[in-house]
């Protein structure tokens, strides 16, 4: 039970249980989806998982539809649903006879595609929209990271693009996929082993805690892989 401004709130369990349930269940889901006889179970929980969690980020889209941020926020999660989305299509092995059976075809792989197409525009339009907080982001022995953060942002605006019209999509998918794996590389794991510098603590703000890198790093790290599963399950000249 807590409280807020004099009133109170009850939960069947409280909020930490219920994050170390989520962890534990997507542990869980992970571990099975390295092994073919349980990958179809675990996409077929993992994907509503997914769309319940991206309808979360809604209600924020509506409150704030003139701020960039939302559809940050949004296209962040945008990006695990394409690639559950993507998984789901490809190893959920449902019967013809399901109600389901739609969502495992060659057009729902497509309309995945255009999913995360969709939704990493405004993720790299972030990167020009707060420009500032990019430059803070970038290694201080990159030169000239003004340049650089515009260059990742019309990089991601470059990658949707090609994915919505289809020109190059495995390409643009493939590429979306490197861009966040260099940020990892560049920005997270040296956060994570020696810790974050002055100006990603500037951004993130300096009491953010000990769990701030891992949680950035796996942060990028899970869209990076949603990306990719994207791209090695699209032809290099899809069909429209």
Known sequence: MRRRNGRSRGYFIGEGARLRLLSAGLLITALAL???????????????????WQLLKVPDLIAA?????SYLSYGE????????????????????????AFLTTERSLRLARLYLG?????????????????VLLIPAWIPNRLFFAYLTGAGQIASGLGLIFNIFPRVAAYAEAAQLWIYTLLLWIPAVLYGPSADVQAVFGASSGPRMPWTALLVTWFPAAC???VAQNTSPKSPS
């Open 65 to 69: 539809p003139t701020v960039e941020a």
């Open 118 to 134: 969709l939704w990493i525009i405004p993720i790299g339009l972030s990167h020009i929209v707060y420009h500032e907080a990019t």
């Open 227 to 229: 990306a990719l599963a």
């Open 34 to 52: 390295l092994f073919r006889a349980t990958s179809h179970w675990a996409v077929r929980i993992l994907l509503p998982g997914i769309v319940l």
């Open 77 to 100: 999660t945008a990006i695990l649903l394409a690639g559950a989305w993507t998984l789901f299509a490809c190893l959920a092995n449902l019967a013809p006879s399901s109600p389901f």
